[in-house]
């Protein structure tokens, strides 16, 4: 057995862990696992490496954020930035009781429309379902004082604030009258409304509204942020990311013919050198991608080295990076946030132009 050394397998980008689990496959398949140093993870032992990132972002893969606006007559059964799955209850209103005995008076089916301000306060607005709503009243939509809901622009209904509309659904107004003689107007979902008719005597305890269950449409991070009407609760997602796109790694003692026997048939895949000999990847390179990797520990700058100063750098200039995976790297400038404080530093490794973003206080003149 060859002594193992580190190499690289390049490949298209994209491809990296499919390129990944056939080698992981092969590997156990021929028996080769002595040859290879195993990498250990949450467990399980692999033996190929994609070193990758994971990347809170604000938006869905259709480009919206995924919220829900939750009053506080709801139990939220989730926290800050505690991670959910695609399923998950977030959010639950018990059912709702009558208090006393009643009698239905009337019940309206109604189209209800709210509209958020920049302040993320609301006003709903209740139009008959009679009556056609025009085609841009829907959520997400925009709308300005002044615009008319229905389709014969009835000047009965209109929106009279500018905004966005976040909710548009079918609901039923429902009067009840009490024993002494006091009436109560209550707006229920359609889909937790129960049957009921006019003249209808409803006991007490009668189930008025049904319960209500809130679940995520999406896996991610949650955000909660608190407002004096509502909750809104966004789903963040979480993407991994490739740290070095289009390359897989693995330290190996595999002489040249077992090394050809290991890609053979994997589609895209070849050692980074030349076609018939392999060349290692050590040195510095190398020690990159171990720390992106958490497989090494990467220098930090201490914290009372840091104060905040003016930007002293500017686009084009080469420095050095002196902290985090790519530390003792140098590279050129080529972007530079004065607000984040970091700035964005193309390196150059196997060859290929990287660009790595790091806070100003990671790099130095040289």
Not at 135 to 163: F, H, K, L, N
Not at 334 to 343: L, R, S, V
């Amino acid at each position: 057995m060859q002594r193992k050394k580190w190499y690289a397998i390049q490949t298209s980008a994209g491809s990296e862990l499919r390129v990944k689990k056939q080698l992981e496959e092969r590997v156990r398949q021929l028996g080769w696992e002595r040859y290879f140093e195993p990498i250990r993870r949450d467990g399980e032992v692999e033996y190929f490496l994609v070193p990758v990132e994971e990347v809170v972002t604000s938006r869905s893969r259709r480009g919206r954020a995924t919220e829900y606006r939750v009053s506080y007559d709801y139990d939220l059964l989730v926290n800050n930035n505690e991670r959910v799955e695609r399923g998950t209850l977030i959010a639950r209103r018990p059912p709702r009781h009558l208090p006393k005995p009643a009698r239905v008076v009337s019940i309206e089916p109604m189209w209800r429309i709210v509209v958020e301000r920049v302040d993320r306060t609301e006003k709903e607005y209740l139009v008959p379902q009679d009556k056609q709503l025009r085609r841009d009243i829907r959520v997400g939509e925009r709308v300005r004082a002044g615009v008319p809901i229905t389709t014969d622009s009835d000047s009965r209904y209109r929106i009279d604030i500018q905004g966005q509309i976040v909710a548009r659904e079918k609901v039923r107004r429902v009067t009840l009258e009490y024993a002494d003689g006091t009436r109560e107007t209550r707006i229920i979902p359609e889909e937790l409304c129960p049957r009921l008719r006019e003249g209808q005597e409803l006991p007490e305890g009668f189930e008025i509204e049904r319960e209500h269950k809130i679940y995520a449409n999406a896996s991610g991070l949650v955000k909660v942020k608190e407002y004096k009407e509502k909750r809104v609760i966004s789903i963040h997602r979480i993407e991994k990311r490739r740290l070095f796109p289009g390359y897989v790694f693995a330290k190996m003692g595999l002489d040249e013919e077992q090394m050809r026997e290991l890609l053979a048939g994997i589609e895209g895949a070849r050692f980074v050198g030349n076609r018939f000999h392999p060349i290692p990847i050590d040195g510095q390179e190398m020690l990159a991608v171990q720390r992106s990797a958490g497989l090494a520990e990467a220098p930090t700058v201490e914290e009372e080295r840091k104060p905040r100063v003016e930007v002293e750098f500017e686009v084009g200039e080469i420095v050095q990076i002196i902290e985090g995976p790519f530390a003792d790297f140098t590279g050129e400038i080529k972007e530079i946030d004065k607000e984040a404080e970091e700035a964005v530093v193309s390196v150059k490794i196997f060859g290929r132009e990287l660009p790595v973003r790091i806070s100003l206080d990671g790099i130095a003149k040289i």
